[in-house]
């Protein structure tokens, strides 16, 4: 009998890996780690440090330096090389230097006879998730990009510092875009089971009036006012890819606003966007469809239409 390790292969070890790796060996989520960047010696240097913070850890989490050719049984590879964007640039401005890097690794990852799950963080992240779907020809539940799972932490944030209760206690999504176009559908956002329209509605004295399109502006913007600080972001980020990642290992089918393939739902297709989805051991298990207003569903549209006019400009693969 063999009992299967559980690992994680993390490419890319800059600020986003090295922290995506911190956070799954002290949260102790699997039992090996395999850092991969194309900066050999940085790869080297995150080991060492990580390999350091054991002895005061509940668990050993092994970690070490690894090649592609190494990921033939990894169960996650999670994909954060890229190029954060400048300033001045969007997102969507880092896209060809982002593609180009990706092919370089999912190319030998898939030659390596990988049949994981991807996580993709690189920006920008839904279509990069749909490239890495294209050219690695795996399942679609087997490629996840972490899309508007942490615009969704910023939005809970938000809405929790606005009626004073605890961020977990408020279901809220941000949706579509993992950018500057993504949409909030207000009419489903309740906090602890009450609508937040209605909570608006019955605590004027506290909330005063409520400006939505203004939090879902804030929401968007966060991540500059974090860049403007401190010239790039990483520990939201890391926490809510280790989060996607324990929901996988753990089989927790838990709901994360995370960008999957649509096909169909919310009247979409072939596209990758920031959706509610069920995330257990096989990965992006299903899409929660939510009911939103008219409104609502034109502005989801609206973003989609964006990440579709730039998942068309991407070269197929070969
Ligand atoms: P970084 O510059 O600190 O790290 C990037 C790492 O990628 C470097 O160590 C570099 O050596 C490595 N790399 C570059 N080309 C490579 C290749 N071909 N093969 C292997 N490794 C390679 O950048 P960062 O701050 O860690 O950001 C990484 C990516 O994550 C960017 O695309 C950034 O926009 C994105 N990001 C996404 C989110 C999100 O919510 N999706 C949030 C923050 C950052």
């Given at each position: 009998?063999?009992?299967?390790?559980?690992k994680?292969?993390?490419v890319?070890?800059?600020?986003?890996?090295?922290s995506?790796?911190?956070?799954?060996?002290?949260?102790?989520?699997?039992?090996?780690?395999?850092?991969?960047?194309?900066?050999?010696?940085?790869?080297?240097?995150?080991?060492l440090?990580?390999?350091?913070?054991?002895?005061?850890?509940?668990?050993?989490?092994?970690?070490?330096?690894?090649?592609?050719?190494?990921?033939?049984?990894?169960?996650?590879?999670?994909i954060?090389?890229?190029?954060?964007?400048?300033?001045?640039?969007?997102?969507l401005?880092?896209?060809?230097?982002?593609?180009?890097?990706?092919?370089?690794?999912?190319?030998?990852v898939m030659?390596?006879?990988?049949?994981?799950?991807?996580?993709?963080?690189?920006?920008p992240?839904?279509i990069?998730?749909?490239?890495?779907?294209?050219?690695s020809?795996?399942?679609?539940?087997?490629?996840?990009?972490?899309g508007?799972?942490?615009?969704?932490?910023?939005?809970?944030?938000?809405?929790?510092?606005?009626v004073?209760?605890?961020?977990?206690?408020?279901y809220?999504?941000?949706?579509?875009?993992?950018g500057?176009?993504?949409?909030?559908?207000?009419?489903?956002?309740?906090?602890?089971g009450?609508?937040?329209?209605?909570?608006?509605?019955?605590?004027?004295?506290?909330?005063g009036?409520?400006?939505?399109?203004?939090i879902?502006?804030?929401?968007?913007?966060?991540?500059?006012?974090?860049?403007?600080?401190?010239?790039?972001?990483?520990?939201?980020?890391a926490?809510?890819c280790?989060?996607?990642?324990?929901?996988?290992?753990?089989?927790?089918?838990r709901i994360?606003?995370?960008?999957?393939?649509?096909e169909?739902?919310?009247g979409?297709t072939?596209?990758?966007?920031?959706?509610?989805?069920?995330?257990?051991?096989?990965?992006?298990?299903d899409?929660?469809?939510i009911?939103?207003t008219?409104?609502?569903?034109?502005?989801?549209?609206?973003?989609?239409?964006i990440?579709?006019?730039?998942?068309?400009?991407?070269?197929?693969?070969?």
């Amino acid at each position: 009998m063999k009992i299967k390790t559980s690992k994680v292969a993390v490419v890319g070890c800059g600020l986003v890996g090295s922290s995506t790796a911190f956070s799954l060996v002290t949260q102790g989520v699997c039992d090996e780690i395999l850092m991969i960047d194309i900066n050999e010696e940085r790869a080297l240097g995150e080991v060492l440090d990580l390999r350091d913070t054991i002895k005061y850890l509940d668990r050993n989490v092994k970690v070490r330096t690894a090649s592609y050719a190494d990921c033939s049984d990894v169960d996650i590879i999670v994909i954060t090389a890229g190029a954060p964007p400048q300033k001045g640039q969007t997102r969507l401005d880092t896209l060809e230097v982002s593609a180009k890097i990706v092919k370089t690794i999912v190319d030998p990852v898939m030659a390596s006879g990988f049949d994981g799950i991807f996580i993709v963080v690189s920006n920008p992240v839904d279509i990069i998730a749909h490239y890495v779907y294209k050219l690695s020809g795996l399942p679609k539940n087997q490629v996840i990009g972490t899309g508007s799972s942490l615009d969704t932490s910023r939005l809970q944030n938000f809405i929790a510092e606005l009626v004073n209760v605890d961020p977990r206690s408020v279901y809220a999504y941000s949706m579509g875009e993992h950018g500057d176009s993504q949409m909030v559908p207000w009419s489903t956002v309740t906090v602890a089971g009450k609508s937040f329209n209605d909570i608006i509605q019955d605590n004027k004295d506290l909330v005063g009036e409520v400006d939505l399109d203004e939090i879902v502006k804030k929401t968007t913007r966060e991540g500059w006012e974090i860049y403007n600080r401190k010239g790039t972001t990483y520990y939201g980020i890391a926490t809510a890819c280790a989060g996607i990642i324990k929901a996988i290992l753990y089989d927790e089918n838990r709901i994360i606003p995370v960008s999957t393939l649509l096909e169909g739902e919310y009247g979409e297709t072939d596209v990758f966007a920031g959706v509610p989805t069920i995330l257990n051991r096989t990965g992006a298990a299903d899409i929660l469809e939510i009911h939103m207003t008219d409104e609502e569903l034109d502005k989801f549209h609206q973003s989609v239409e964006i990440l579709r006019e730039y998942t068309e400009k991407m070269h197929t693969p070969d």
